[in-house]
């Protein structure tokens, strides 16, 4: 990642998955520039950024159009050029994940999917003249819960099914200015975006009990398959869905020996 400069949105602490990404970018020469939402995050960032010699923090809230704007225009003027994007910004009324998902309101669905969804299409938008000319990747986070019901997930799947499928969209649009868009569909981890989901900690040791590894993804582990997608390594890579679960998704049902252990005696004849 030599000379390469990019833009990482939606680190929240340093447990986030973007955080993941940006600082294992950083350890493969990387110049990285960062968005914020507020002077909350804006403090818990400005130590991290430090960290790695990030001197461009920018607030970005992206249901703000003006802020977008402003935001894109200092990098504009400061670096003229974009080689990646990494996006990693999602949102739904936790109260509401709560419920089923047929009791989903208007509003928390069409806001859920303009954060969780629209927001990086907005931004390969906003990106595109700042690759022009010599290419660049864009790159967003999915979860499992966009094929499967997962518990208390709900209108976040239709959100991330809505991104995958355009990351589809995407990747067909860009592809004649040579820019790659793919996205990383990450297993259950300790963030704070996580925490939102209710009775994560279950889902959790669900996945490590049942995923052929045997065990969880760390950071690292998804930091490696970012700088995989957003370096040369994957210049033959677009459109493209990555799991890094520890191979859950590829699990039907778990072994027969751990169901008998859950049904009673009466269902195990």
Not at 21 to 43: N, P
Not at 57 to 64: G, K, M, S, T, Y
Not at 149 to 174: H, I, Q, W
Not at 233 to 244: A, D, F, N, P, Q
Request: hydrophobic share 40%; charged share 20%.
């Amino acid at each position: 990642m030599q000379g390469r400069r990019g833009l990482v949105m939606g680190v929240a602490n340093d447990h986030s998955i973007a955080w993941g990404i940006a600082r294992m970018l950083h350890a493969h020469s990387a110049e990285i520039a960062f968005t914020y939402q507020g002077e909350a995050q804006a403090k818990r960032l400005k130590p991290l950024a430090d960290s790695i010699g990030s001197r461009i923090l920018l607030q970005a809230d992206v249901e703000n159009d003006g802020e977008l704007a402003a935001a894109f225009d200092t990098l504009t003027r400061e670096w003229g050029r974009l080689d990646f994007v990494v996006h990693a910004i999602a949102f739904s009324d936790r109260e509401e994940l709560k419920r089923r998902y047929v009791e989903t309101t208007r509003e928390n669905f069409g806001r859920s999917l303009a954060i969780s969804c629209f927001s990086f299409t907005d931004i390969a938008r906003r990106s595109l003249p700042l690759m022009k000319g010599h290419g660049g990747a864009l790159l967003t986070l999915s979860y499992l819960g966009a094929h499967r019901v997962t518990p208390n997930y709900n209108v976040m799947g239709v959100a991330k099914a809505a991104l995958e499928s355009s990351v589809r969209y995407l990747a067909a649009d860009l592809g004649q200015e040579n820019i790659r868009v793919n996205a990383i569909s990450a297993g259950p981890m300790r963030t704070l975006a996580g925490s939102v989901v209710s009775e994560s900690r279950t889902v959790f040791k669900w996945n490590k009990a049942h995923s052929p590894l045997k065990r969880t993804v760390s950071l690292d582990h998804v930091g490696n398959a970012a700088l995989y997608l957003l370096s040369d390594m994957s210049l033959g890579v677009t459109g493209e869905i990555h799991y890094v679960d520890a191979g859950y998704n590829i699990i039907g049902t778990p072994p027969s020996s751990q169901l008998k252990g859950w049904l009673g005696p009466e269902d195990n004849e």
